[in-house]
């Protein structure tokens, strides 16, 4: 494998510009790899995926693009390269929701930055749609979206609106809604030894 230097002095650019444009073909070998782009349905938080990791989904809410100092910028590869490393790390290495989340974030974040992005522009842009995409009901909701992030959060809210969404058709194998739907806070027994 050729080094850093020997890839800089082949291009005859800069070091910043080499990052670049690897970390440009490293996103472009991610987006490949995902089977199905999934923008019809209702999702939480934006963006995510299906149980066996082969759809991604974004929000059928969510612009394919936004505005950057003149230029219009695609967004549905960086939410990709955030779902498609999350699943990863959580099916692969076993992580949590959490720590698999953080770290995609920083995946996303490089991928922003080396598209000449700056990340407070294009988190900003992000951080509108996510808040009017959770203010919505769900009406739409894929059968097999994962709920794992959901759980892992303890987003019961969230959960019971999912369940509901799902609940107006045949519900997939394994999932079961009423579980979710009717999970309330019980009272703490009492002892009734004293």
Do not use: C
Not at 175 to 189: G, M
């Amino acid at each position: 494998m050729p080094s850093r230097r020997a890839i800089q002095k082949k291009l005859r650019a800069p070091e910043w510009q080499v990052s670049s444009f690897m970390m440009d073909r490293a996103l472009e070998a991610v987006v490949r790899q995902i089977s199905k782009l999934d923008r019809d349905h209702d999702i939480p938080y934006l963006a995510g995926y299906s149980k066996n990791g082969k759809t991604i989904y974004i929000d059928r809410h969510m612009p394919k693009s936004f505005s950057f100092r003149r230029r219009r910028v695609k967004t549905d590869r960086f939410l990709i390269l955030h779902e498609a490393v999350e699943k990863t790390l959580m099916d692969h290495l076993g992580l949590r929701y959490l720590h698999a989340h953080q770290i995609a974030t920083r995946a996303e974040q490089a991928a922003v930055r080396a598209a000449g992005i700056s990340w407070d522009a294009y988190d900003r842009f992000m951080r509108m749609y996510v808040k009017s995409i959770g203010d919505k009901r769900l009406g739409k909701v894929p059968r097999d979206l994962d709920l794992k992030p959901y759980r892992d959060e303890r987003d019961n809210e969230v959960l019971r609106r999912i369940a509901a969404a799902l609940d107006k058709g045949p519900m997939r194998m394994g999932f079961r809604a009423y579980r979710v739907r009717d999970r309330r806070r019980r009272p703490a027994k009492k002892n009734s030894t004293s």
